[in-house]
């Protein structure tokens, strides 16, 4: 495939994404929607749409086809060394307060809003079924990642086994 056409493709699959990222912002610029409208949709979509249509693709999937072993490794293993590369790099340069926040929110992708989105918009339901299995495996080893760092740098020390706050 030439460059351009290449660039048209990406762009044919990842502007529908974002224009939906740019009308929430201009929406929320013309005072449109405020901040408890955003509050109210983002528990909407994250208790109830995201993982209703997470289930639903995951119960249509074919999954001969959607399973695929090396690609869910692959995510966890970068997963977990993007993890330890955050987790290091702000032991050097974030305060001790900010720690364990920085951490958490730097190394979660963003799979579940846009990754899905790019899935179904380029692979159509392979996609979102194959986008769902690998969200399924990955959002609790996000959690328990996340509980990891929180709980290291937590106010008032850390929990048995994990590094305390006063270190660096």
Not at 74 to 90: E, G, P
């Amino acid at each position: 495939m030439n460059p351009l056409g290449l660039f048209a493709e990406t762009f044919n699959v990842t502007a529908p994404v974002f224009a939906m990222v740019l009308l929430g912002i201009a929406l929320k610029q013309l005072k449109w929607i405020d901040h408890a409208f955003i509050d109210t949709a983002s528990r909407l979509v994250f208790r109830g749409a995201m993982p209703t249509l997470i289930f639903l693709s995951l119960i249509d999937a074919d999954m001969s086809q959607a399973v695929m072993p090396g690609l869910l490794a692959y995510m966890a293993v970068i997963t977990l060394a993007s993890f330890v590369i955050i987790w290091l790099w702000a032991r050097q340069r974030v305060t001790v307060s900010d720690r364990g926040a920085y951490v958490q929110a730097a190394f979660r992708g963003n799979g579940g809003i846009v990754g899905l989105a790019l899935a179904a918009s380029l692979y159509g339901d392979f996609g979102l079924s194959a986008g769902s299995l690998m969200i399924a495996v990955i959002i609790p080893l996000y959690n328990v990642l996340s509980v990891i760092v929180l709980a290291a740098y937590q106010p008032g020390g850390a929990p048995t086994g994990l590094p305390s706050r006063s270190r660096s």
